[in-house]
Every structure is written in C-alpha cells, then in structure tokens.
C-alpha cells in the first residue's frame, strides 16, 4: 500500500481522538485504500488544517475523514476550504456523551456539506465504508474489495442463537 499516494486522509483534532479514528484507518486497511493520518486541530493548528486542506485535491486525495469532538469544528472548516467530500466522525465526549459534536457537525451552513456519521467506534468504522463506496463509484478493484467485505461480514453473522447453558433451566456452563 505505500507505493502509491493515499486516497483518504483521516485527521483528527487531537492525540486523544487516536482511539477512536484509528478504526477508520483499520477498516480502510483492510479494504486496501491508501490513506494517512494527522492530528490536525482547527483551534490550536488552523495553518496546518489551511495547508492540509488547500493541498488535499492536488495532493491525490479523494476523501477527508475528521473526527473531532467538543466544538467539533474539524470537519466543517476542512469542508469549508477543500471539495472534496469530507466525512465527519463525532467524538465521544465527556460533557454529553457526544450529543455535542454530532449536533456541531450536522449543523453546518448551506454549501457547505460533511457527511456526518455516528458517535465514536461505530462512526469512525462507518466513516472509512462511506468513503470506501464513494471511491467505489470510479474504481473497480476497490468495488470488489468493498463487495467482499461486506459478504464476510453478512456471512460472519450466525443464523441460530447458540445456547451457553448446560440445562433447561439456563444455568451457565
């Protein structure tokens, strides 16, 4: 995967938001999509998250996933300078849970659009399947590996219930 230029970039507003995000980029990996990583804030590094963004079309990038949590201002202010789609991943908070991050980012100004995913874990995976189908729409390889995924994941799913009790009475093994 390192000899050809990333496909997806997944920013971060901090160090802390690793925990989460790098399920995006696990779940991209195993889809085979380029992508790379950065902690970049829009309060504390607004040249950075200016540069990123100004440069992520011409740098090879097809799409930006930022999770960002309290304000929550990541991802608006990339959509905000950059055109290509940008998916955003609320952060679990401390404060309510992540209700504030995901009303943050689905609160944005007519124009400019971020495709807002759940809070936390479920978000960040479904982040990085989101932009696996939009990359899926002009490239074949990735549209089998995103077809597969999904198969392994349905065909993962038991069909029966399986019992993990000794007795009628539901006593544990």
């Known amino acids: 995967m390192s000899d050809k230029r990333p496909l997806v970039g997944i920013i971060m507003g901090s160090q802390s938001d690793w925990a989460t995000m ?3 980029k696990e779940t991209l990996d195993k889809l085979m999509i380029t992508n790379e990583t950065l902690v970049v804030s829009a309060h504390r590094t607004p040249s950075r998250l200016t540069e ?47 209700l504030d991050s995901i009303l943050s980012m689905v609160q944005m100004p007519a124009g400019i659009p971020v ?3 759940a809070v936390g874990r479920s978000g960040a995976i479904n ?20 077809e597969k995924f ?24």
């Open 52 to 98: 990123y963004a100004t440069d992520a079309k011409k740098n090879g990038l097809k799409v930006i996933i930022a999770g960002a949590g309290m304000a929550a201002a990541l991802p608006g202010a990339t959509a905000a300078i950059t055109p290509i789609p940008v998916l955003g991943v609320p952060m679990e908070g401390k404060v309510m849970g992540g």
């Open 150 to 173: 999904r198969a392994n994941q349905t065909a993962s799913v038991i069909e029966t219930p399986q019992n993990q009790y000794d007795d009628k009475f539901g006593r544990p093994k």
């Open 115 to 117: 495709g807002t995913l």
């Open 22 to 24: 790098r399920h995006s």
């Open 127 to 146: 982040a990085a399947i989101m932009a696996a189908s939009i990359l899926a729409l002009s490239d074949p390889t990735i549209s089998r590996n995103l």
